[in-house]
């Protein structure tokens, strides 16, 4: 009996041919390429990402604190014209009777009472307040608000903040510190982030409305620090938003 064996193989054409090493490795290397770029555009959108919500961050903290601060503010000295004179309206406790107003031309704290319901004193809520920069128990400096009228401690506004300055003006725009001449007060307000970037590396000077920024030097107009407020430069790796606000006392001298 004869058997016949059939095969199925057939001879390998070029077409059939697999890929050479060379081959692969082009392709790795492409490959390599493509994920390498895809990456690193990762971490460049990552990190913008990252600066937008800490500047954010500064630019929210900077606007409340801001708000707040001027819609207190703005009623300094007000008593609905009923002439009020109380020792409530003073700065601190047992003092002489004052008009309500500003308190004191300080440069780290602002001190000023009113009378909201014109009950002839400044004792009742938020009728004497102190805004001032204080640490939290999580040691953090926050910008801070007490109510001296309820015996209140200080609250936080809004956090975390490097400096404050309040400048005072007359009717003329000019810097004073005599209390009855006081129309407004120029407020500067620095920012910081609250979270670190070690790669960002950039000093400056922050300068606040007493003591500008000369453009000709990149620093403040005055430079001694023993005779002049200068915030700066850091080098700490946090980035930081100065706001100058400047707020009409509508309530006073009339």
């Avoid at 895809?38 to 708000?67: C, D, F, H």
Wanted: proline fraction near 3%.
């Amino acid at each position: 009996m004869n058997f016949k064996i059939s095969s199925s193989f057939r001879k390998l054409t070029k077409n059939d041919a697999g890929f050479t090493l060379v081959e692969l490795m082009i392709a790795l290397v492409i490959t390599g390429i493509i994920i390498a770029s895809m990456y690193m555009a990762y971490l460049s959108q990552q990190k913008t990402y990252l600066v937008q919500e800490q500047v954010a961050e500064m630019q929210q903290n900077l606007r409340a604190g801001m708000a707040i601060l001027a819609y207190d503010l703005r009623m300094a000295g007000y008593d609905g014209g009923n002439g009020t004179r109380h020792a409530s309206c003073s700065l601190g406790a047992g003092g002489a009777a004052t008009q309500p107003g500003v308190l004191a031309a300080t440069a780290t704290q602002l001190d000023f009472s009113m009378d909201l319901n014109q009950d002839g004193d400044c004792a009742d809520a938020g009728e004497n307040l102190t805004y001032t920069l204080y640490t939290t128990n999580a040691g953090v400096q926050a910008l801070g608000r007490r109510d001296n009228s309820g015996g209140a401690a200080i609250q936080a506004v809004a956090e975390p903040f490097d400096g404050v300055e309040f400048l005072y003006k007359d009717m003329t725009g000019s810097p004073t510190t005599i209390l009855a001449d006081i129309r407004s007060v120029q407020i500067s307000l620095l920012a910081r982030a609250s979270k670190i970037d070690r790669k960002y590396l950039v000093t400056k000077y922050y300068c606040p409305a007493s003591n500008p920024l000369n453009p000709a030097t990149g620093q403040c107009t005055q430079t001694n620090p023993a005779s002049a407020t200068i915030w700066g430069p850091y080098s700490d790796g946090y980035r930081r938003r100065l706001l100058i606000a400047e707020i009409n006392c509508r309530n006073m001298g009339l």
